[in-house]
Nanobody, 123 residues
């Protein structure tokens, strides 16, 4: 079992930035592909970004491409989602997820999930 803990959410004005973090207390993410997903109120959970276990491959939803960046630290203990130029439509609960295999964008193929962190983009 892998427990994931997200942090870094909050309220930000349109055009602002936030950096989300995802950690698994007491363990590393080596050999795990990691993903970020989001779920807005009344909508289905959707893919945001994902990164391979090696960090060599990353994928982004079209809606965030060029604005968001996913990365993982060299110690393999934390995965980040840097979010720039935030828009009101980015408002959602953001979830970190992990799978011990190749990177994919389908949420149902991820084995482990965090509890989520709220991101609100508003004036």
């Amino acid at each position: 079992q892998v427990q994931l803990v997200e942090s870094g959410g909050g309220l930000v004005q349109p055009g602002g930035s936030l950096r989300l973090s995802c950690a698994a207390p007491g363990r590393t993410f080596s050999n795990y592909a990691m993903g970020w997903f989001r779920q807005a109120s009344g909508k289905e959970r959707e893919f945001v970004a994902a990164i391979s276990w090696s960090g060599g491959q990353s994928y982004y939803a079209d809606s965030v491409k060029g604005r968001f960046s996913i990365s993982r630290d060299s110690a393999e203990t934390t995965v980040y989602l840097q979010m720039n130029s935030l828009k009101p439509e980015d408002t959602a609960v953001y979830y970190c997820a992990a799978r011990p295999s190749i990177v994919v964008v389908t949420p149902t193929l991820y084995n482990y999930w965090g509890q989520g962190t709220q991101v609100t983009v508003s004036t």
